[in-house]
């Protein structure tokens, strides 16, 4: 059914079709129609990590739902976990269209979307408004007028507001979307930022009365070394878990192929590998430490890669473009298959 539609669909402009899968899917499930969208009742793996309780180890990346508008749909569809945003303080447009790009060969998107989104308010609006009862990650970011240096100030100002309505908050230092932001990953950039998040979490966890984890959303282009330094860094701090990856800035698996030459972050099977391998060096210094693996899940072999990798859980994005909603499904019956 999915790939009649998507033949349609990818007929449309990027951005387009991406508004009228979202209102699709909210028809369906006002409906009643995301379990059969979604390839049956949600997977049944719970597994805990970041004292939090997951139905399963398959999660919705952000980026899809950056302002929580179809938390409820997206939800339906067999997730375990959905993180929506990356959100800023203010509301912001993005970058110029065209700003969303398919690479069909390779199963890849760019995007240079450039953290569009409603703000904060507006988000938390919509997630109180739901009722998708999962675990919801809240993905924060900094508006692109704010300076580099003055970056804390944005995150913490989102912290404060989305604490109340996140099971889990990740703070995107990764996206190469907004200039200056991935300067946030290393030395004393990244020990300001993480230091200050958590000591203001740390209060709002007491004076909320619950714990509310925090992660950290990495980059694939970063050596063995800059991996082990991040780890430092998350260790120093006492964050809860990383994700990993963003997308990449690299181009060389796509070179030649329409688009490839665009600016923005490639995101697919391209950076499959290059995330794993951040993955596996991250498991190898942080033994404990929760990892959330995204970037390239097309299938459900390719998520039990991931596992194999290192990541306790994984997260979809462009597979869920070019699969849809089965591809939820698949992905959770095989990891736990290979648990059994």
């Known amino acids: 059914m999915y790939a009649a539609a998507r033949s349609i669909l990818f007929r449309l402009d990027p951005e387009t079709a991406h508004g009228v899968t979202l209102t699709a899917l909210d028809m369906a499930h006002r409906l009643g129609l995301s379990g059969k969208l979604g ?3 949600r997977v049944d793996d719970p597994v805990e990590l970041m004292g939090l309780r997951f139905a399963n180890r398959v999660g919705l990346a952000a980026g899809l739902d950056k302002n929580a508008d179809h938390l409820d749909a997206l939800g339906a569809l067999g997730f375990g976990f959905v993180e929506v945003g990356t959100v800023t303080p203010k509301p912001q447009p993005g970058n110029p269209k065209p700003r969303l790009f398919r690479l069909p060969d390779s199963g890849a998107i760019i995007n240079r979307m450039g953290f569009n989104n409603s703000g904060v308010d507006h988000l938390i609006a919509r997630v109180k408004a739901s009722r998708y009862d999962g675990v919801i990650g809240i993905n924060i970011g900094k508006n692109l007028t704010t300076p580099v240096e003055q970056a804390v100030d944005d995150y913490m100002f989102c912290l404060e507001r989305v604490h109340a309505h996140a099971d889990y908050i990740t703070v995107n230092i990764s996206s190469p979307n907004t200039p200056g932001l991935r300067n946030l990953q290393f030395g004393e950039h990244l020990d300001g930022l993480l230091g200050a998040l958590r000591e203001k979490s740390l209060r709002l966890d007491h004076d909320s009365g619950r714990r509310v984890p925090l992660a950290v959303k990495i980059a694939p282009d970063m050596s063995d070394e800059e991996v082990g330094l991040v780890a430092e ?21 796509v070179a030649g192929q329409a688009h490839a030459d665009e600016a923005g972050g490639l995101s697919g099977r391209p950076v499959f590998e290059s995330s794993n391998q951040v993955i596996r060096e991250l498991r190898r210094r942080l033994p404990d430490m929760p990892i959330i693996g995204v970037g390239g899940i097309d299938s459900g072999e390719a998520a039990i890669a991931k596992r194999r990798a290192g990541a306790d859980l994984v997260q979809l994005y462009s597979g869920f473009i070019y699969r849809g909603p089965p591809l939820v499904g698949e992905c959770a ?4 298959l290979a648990a059994d």
Do not use: F, P, S, Y
């Not at 019956?333 to 736990?336: D, E, F, I, N, S």
């Open 333 to 336: 019956r095989a990891l736990k």
């Open 39 to 41: 390839g049956g009742e």
């Open 233 to 253: 860094a998350l260790v120093a701090n006492g964050i809860d878990g990383v994700i990993a990856t963003n997308t990449t800035v690299a181009r060389d698996v």
